[in-house]
């Protein structure tokens, strides 16, 4: 089985520039989380959907980040413009939303560095 | 604020020793637990999970949970240098919908 795949694994931007990281989440599973990884503040959730629907985007940072989910089966993290304290590591997760023992299955994430 | 917290270690073990990694949680009405680890570069990868009181085997591997204490932690017997990794405690609760919220990790070095 095909696991939780994102897109671009490595992107490198300047300051003020829009950048677009993908998420196709393992068939099956409902619930989508995408989450941020720094060295400071380890595993931050900026948001997570269960049925494509967005139901806590409250670790977005700000009005600068936004996340869609037009369907089951793809998901985006825009940020838009980008700074340089937004360089991170963007895991996106799924899981199966029926139990509440179900993990979350990462993907191997997009390095995003904002010069 | 809901917290799981985790010493950042370093945690130093020689080989074939055991490895305790230990984690406390806030929120009394968490339900399930998990243990991840993460290799350098790598994303998180599950290893256990354990949601009742009590001890759970896997192998080399054992969590044990006390929710009275709000306490969990992974016990690693004949720890192996492939062990070293970043080990991270991850807590689900009952109204949280299906989220997880991670520790910082323990970082675990097994020596030679």
């Known amino acids: 089985d095909a696991g939780v795949i994102q897109s671009p694994r490595h992107e490198v931007t300047e300051m003020g520039q829009e950048v677009t990281l993908r998420c196709k989440p393992i068939s099956g599973h409902n619930s989508l989380f995408w989450y941020r990884q720094t060295m400071m503040r380890g595993l931050e959730l900026l948001i997570y959907f269960n049925n494509n629907v967005p139901i806590d985007d409250s670790g977005m940072p700000e009005d600068r980040f936004s996340a869609k989910m037009p369907n089951a089966s793809f998901s985006t993290l825009k940020i838009q413009p980008s700074e340089p304290r937004d360089s991170a590591v963007y895991f996106c997760?799924?899981?199966?939303?029926?139990?509440?023992?179900?993990?979350?299955?990462f993907g191997n994430g997009t390095r995003l560095t904002v010069t | 604020q809901k917290e799981v917290e985790q010493n950042s270690g370093p945690l130093s073990v020689p080989e074939g020793a055991i490895a305790s990694l230990n984690c406390t949680y806030s929120d009394r009405v968490s339900q399930s637990f998990f243990w991840y680890r993460q290799y350098s570069g790598k994303s998180p990868e599950l290893i256990m999970s354990?949601?009742?009181?009590g001890d759970k085997e896997d192998g080399r591997f054992t969590a044990q949970l006390n929710k009275a204490s709000q306490y969990v932690s992974l016990l690693i017997r004949d720890s192996q240098p492939s062990d070293s990794a970043t080990y991270l405690c991850?807590?689900?609760?009952?109204?949280?919908?299906?989220?997880?919220?991670f520790g910082t990790g323990t970082q675990l070095k097994v020596e030679l």
């Open positions: 997760a799924s899981s199966y939303l029926g139990t509440a023992y179900s993990p979350l299955h």
């Open positions: 991850a807590v689900k609760d009952q109204g949280g919908g299906n989220k997880l919220t």
């Open positions: 354990i949601y009742s009181n």
